[in-house]
């Protein structure tokens, strides 16, 4: 039990459990650019509609861990024109505006 509690505790300090993303709403890809010196190979992503809180879109850097996952979801539903719903963390926004740009937490298809 003990082991247990210490694993939660590095988990939950870690962030595994985001409560603080913002789902936006079920959406056409609009924009994808990627950059090749800017932070760290960072993306940025808008939709058609982005929702309240991540007001212009969402960005994620090639260092992510699920970068490679959630890059391929997004451009196959902008090549496919396939609806998705992006999850973003509006505690981490993107260096690379002045704008609200909300850090991705993960990508869902959607029919």
């Not at 850097?61 to 979801?73: I, L, V």
């Not at 909300?102 to 869902?108: A, G, I, L, N």
Request: glycine residues 8%; contains cysteine.
């Amino acid at each position: 039990m003990k082991y247990l509690l210490i694993i939660l505790a590095v988990l939950i300090s870690n962030g595994a459990f985001a409560a603080d993303y913002k789902a936006s709403p079920i959406s056409s890809v609009k924009f994808v650019s990627s950059y090749n010196e800017f932070g760290n190979g960072d993306v940025q992503i808008r939709l058609d509609e982005n929702g309240s809180d991540c007001t212009n879109g969402f960005w994620m850097t090639k260092s992510d861990p699920g970068f490679e996952a959630n890059f391929s979801m997004v451009l196959a539903a902008a090549q496919a024109s396939s609806k998705i719903r992006i999850y973003g963390l509006p505690n981490k926004l993107w260096p690379g505006s002045s704008n609200i740009y909300c850090k991705v937490y993960s990508v869902e298809f959607h029919k």
